[in-house]
Antibody, heavy 119, light 107 residues
Framework: EVQLVESGGGLVQPGRSLRLSCAAS????????MHWVRQTPGKGLEWVSG????????VYADSVKGRFTISRDNAKNSLYLQMNSLRAEDTALYYC????????????WGQGTMVTVSS | DIQMTQSPSSLSASVGDRVTITCQAS??????LNWYQQKPGKAPNLLIS???NLETGVPSRFSGSGSGTYFTFTITSLQPEDVATYYC?????????FGGGTKVKIK
């Protein structure tokens, strides 16, 4: 079964850091680019960041550029999101998502991990 | 960055009604436009890719059309199980943007 399982969310104070993880199974992880997408409670979807299969190409939304770092470990079938200098507006449910080869079509999503930034 | 304007933000229709959602891009995105359905408490689910390609297993009452900057998503006969929020999503080169979503309810 193709599956993505996120972890690492929680309550964190503004200005602090958090690292999210996404464990992939059921597909050849190192064949595909991976992304993080977040959703503010009761609101819409916001793309956060993406990384190519070989980590050579990395992109970020302007809202997180310079604060968040995406990475992957293909040997561990895992995707990561290092979030620094967290702000209240980063509070959201964070999904990891797999995309097709050559096209940013999100075909597999995890269940999400909740990040709450509050003092 | 490419902006996606999705409308309406919500709609209420009767079972069997035809429902149409539109998505307008701030610049030409060719046909790089996908549609997702999200039910409460669940992750989004891909319905249509590249503007009009229905994913395997998705009921044929769902369809999409358009290219360039204007796209439409249609449910030809609304069913109770279609209650959800629908999102468009563009991808152009390295840019990804979602529309604001359309919440579909049964009247």
């Amino acid at each position: 079964e193709v599956q993505l399982v996120e972890s690492g969310g929680g309550l964190v104070q503004p200005g602090r850091s958090l690292r999210l993880s996404c464990a992939a199974s059921g597909f050849i992880f190192n064949d595909y680019a991976m992304h993080w997408v977040r959703q503010t409670p009761g609101k819409g979807l916001e793309w956060v960041s993406g990384i190519s299969w070989d980590s050579d190409n990395i992109v970020y939304a302007d809202s997180v550029k310079g604060r968040f770092t995406i990475s992957r470990d293909n040997a561990k079938n895992s995707l990561y999101l290092q979030m620094n200098s967290l702000r209240a507006e980063d509070t959201a449910l964070y999904y990891c998502a797999k995309v097709w080869t050559f096209k940013t079509v999100f075909d597999i999503w995890g269940q999400g991990t909740m990040v709450t930034v509050s003092s | 960055d490419i902006q996606m304007t999705q409308s309406p933000s919500s709609l209420s229709a009767s079972v069997g009604d035809r429902v149409t959602i539109t998505c307008q891009a701030s610049q030409d995105i060719n046909n790089y436009l996908n549609w997702y359905q999200q039910k409460p408490g669940k992750a989004p689910n891909l319905l249509i890719s590249d503007a009009s390609n229905l994913e395997t297993g998705v009921p044929s009452r769902f369809s999409g059309s358009g290219s360039g900057t204007y796209f439409t998503f249609t449910i030809t006969s609304l069913q109770p199980e279609d209650v959800a929020t629908y999102y468009c999503q563009q991808y152009d080169n390295l840019s990804v943007t979602f529309g604001g979503g359309t919440k579909v309810k049964i009247k």
